[in-house]
């Protein structure tokens, strides 16, 4: 079965359709993604740490449905309450981060998916995730979240 990468791509797309909107985005093309610097292994973890803080609203050391649905809802300037779907991004992200199937995230579950769907993306394992082979793994999660707007396949 093919692995998804949703926890590096809640990482990726800091402020993009993963929290922005119900739909399935359009399969834009690869070159119009914000591609970024190139990211080291160590760099990605400290960024899963601050995006898991950033997440863990009430600091219990562990990211929830609840919060995540507090931190959808504030994104879209609303209430948690107005959120009636769980985003399908979300509900993968936690589902594949969540390794010992409690019901959530704990910075240690964050760090290790974070650092699985670095390993993936990094295709020529050189500890160096570059802007193409980001891409290529965004592009890779997007066919597989939203299988009906992947093209060439
Ligand atoms: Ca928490
Ligand atoms: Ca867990």
Do not use: C, W, Y
Request: charged residues 25%.
């Amino acid at each position: 079965m093919m692995r998804r990468s949703p926890f590096l791509a809640l990482l990726l797309l800091p402020a993009a359709p993963v929290f922005a909107q119900d739909a399935p985005p359009p399969p834009a093309p690869a070159a119009s993604i914000e591609a970024g610097p190139s990211q080291t292994r160590a760099e990605a973890e400290a960024l899963a740490v601050a995006t898991f803080n950033r997440l863990d609203l009430n600091h219990d050391g562990f990211v929830t449905m609840d919060e995540m649905i507090a931190v959808v809802a504030k994104q879209r300037g609303t209430t948690p309450d107005k959120i009636t779907t769980v985003p399908p991004m979300v509900k993968a992200m936690m589902d594949d981060a969540d390794t010992n199937h409690d019901g959530k995230v704990s910075l240690d579950e964050a760090k290790a998916a974070t650092l699985r769907d670095f390993d993936e993306a990094d295709t020529n394992h050189d500890g160096i995730v570059t802007p193409t082979e980001r891409m290529a793994a965004q592009a890779k999660i997007m066919n597989a979240l939203h299988p009906k707007a992947a093209v060439g396949r």
